[in-house]
């Protein structure tokens, strides 16, 4: 599966391979020596896991990109994950089109998560104890952030006006803008990056 990826990526003319691992303390080490920009990171391997690789790399480079490619879907791996810092989780029947879109949106910025499992992020969201509120509030105003909130939470348009008192229209104003802000093109994606910065 690796040495398939490898091939198929590097005939992307925007794609470089610059090293394969076959364990994550294997990938901790290959970060170190080529500093690559991205990081196809699979989750359950042998000496140490994806979760704790993703962990030391976005914790030691926080400038490199870790997108998670894996079989696994449970809810603990998933969460995991983002947790440790993945930029992005997709399944590895992902079609080559879609992941290497992913791979491209990864590195401006962009957050990614298959839409099999967007849901099990959200619903493990709610249940979770989460750190205070980083970086969105330089982003965002205190409205704005209100509203993530609960879209992080998986309320609709409708629900949030009536939890805010707002009208419909204004809440749909206010989620263009928290899009717009965070560089994304769903709601899905806004509520990944607001849990990611634990908001909740």
């Known amino acids: 599966m690796r040495d398939g990826l490898a091939i198929l990526l590097g005939l992307e003319s925007d794609i470089k391979i610059v090293a394969a691992a076959e364990n994550g303390a294997d990938a901790v080490a290959a970060v ?37 490619l894996t079989t696994y879907d449970a809810d603990e791996w998933v969460y995991n ?8 989780y997709l399944l590895k029947d992902t079609p080559r089109e879609d992941l290497v ?3 491209r949106g990864t590195m401006t910025g962009k957050t990614y998560i298959d839409p099999s499992i967007a849901g099990k992020v959200l619903k493990q969201a709610s249940v979770e104890e989460t750190p205070p509120i ?8 205190e409205r704005e952030i209100d509203v993530l909130r609960l879209i992080a939470k998986g309320f609709s348009n409708t629900d949030i006006a009536q939890k805010l008192f707002l009208s419909e229209g204004t809440v749909r104003n206010y989620v263009s803008l ?4 965070l ?7 806004a509520a990944i990056i607001a849990i990611k910065h634990g908001l909740k």
């Open 183 to 189: 560089d994304v093109s769903d709601r899905t994606q």
């Open 81 to 88: 994950a983002i947790r440790a810092g993945a930029s992005g």
């Open 178 to 181: 928290i899009l717009t802000k």
């Open 134 to 141: 980083t970086s969105l509030t330089d982003q965002l105003t």
């Open 32 to 68: 170190a020596k080529y500093k690559p920009d991205l990081v196809l990171m699979d989750l359950k391997m042998p000496v140490m896991d994806g979760i704790e690789a993703t962990r030391q790399i976005v914790t030691k480079y926080p400038e490199i990109k870790v997108l998670v």
């Open 101 to 103: 879109k992913a791979i």
